[in-house]
């Protein structure tokens, strides 16, 4: 939970504005995982590992605002006005993730002649909706009570996202363990789509889709890299 306030004074040539705000909110979130994991050994060369872990995470919060502006023109129009206005929002969202991952090792005769495989692939989720409305009026009094919204929106906020990774190494020493060639590969393939919708409300119950603001996002980064290396050492060099 939270609450606050605010005040500030806005000078200008032809009146002073003066806000005073307060607000308060309280936000609900939370979220489970778990985990689990196997390591083989079939043999004194070879070494495997799997783990998988997963969870969802999410929660609401709601925050309200006032507002209470008056402007003074009594600098050059001999008059004040003031402003009531009270905003409201409600977030909701709500994550789910997935994480596997796997490993090999084997190792040859040779000391230091071995080749690695390291695997991981994870997928998420996520959906967040955020609803948002604001009220005006003449007095503090009708503030509290009042039903005409002024202006609001609500946006629709959802992600897929994919993503998998590979890498293999392998290493082989040679000239009596002076020499190594090092050579493997290195994949990282990540791809990821966002929805966002923004509409704009226009009567209880009734919302128009905002082209302006709304966007669909699709993202694509596919790497693939390959090396090697020799090193020699010669005597102390």
Known sequence: DFEGENNRITHSAEYDKYVNQSNDGENRFGGESLRAGADFYPND?????????????????????????????????????????????????????????????????????????IANYSRSQRDEDDDFMQYKASTLAELANVTAVSYGHIIANDKDQDRARVNIDYSLPFAD??????????????????????????????????????NDITFKRYINAIYSTVSRTFGGF
């Open 177 to 214: 363990n002076n020499g190594k060639f090092e050579a493997g590969y290195q994949g990282d393939l990540s791809h990821s789509v966002t929805d966002y919708d923004f509409s704009d409300y226009v009567a209880p119950g009734q919302y128009k889709l905002n082209t302006v603001f709304t």
């Open 45 to 117: 060369k070879n070494s495997i590992n799997f783990a998988v872990e997963g969870g969802l995470w999410g929660g609401n919060g709601e925050s309200s605002t006032n507002y209470e502006n008056y402007f003074d023109y009594g600098k050059k129009l001999s008059f004040s006005d003031y402003e009531y206005v009270r905003s409201a929002s409600d977030d909701e969202n709500e994550s789910v993730w997935l994480n596997f991952s796997s490993s090999w090792q084997h190792d040859f005769a040779r000391k230091g002649h071995q080749i690695n495989f």
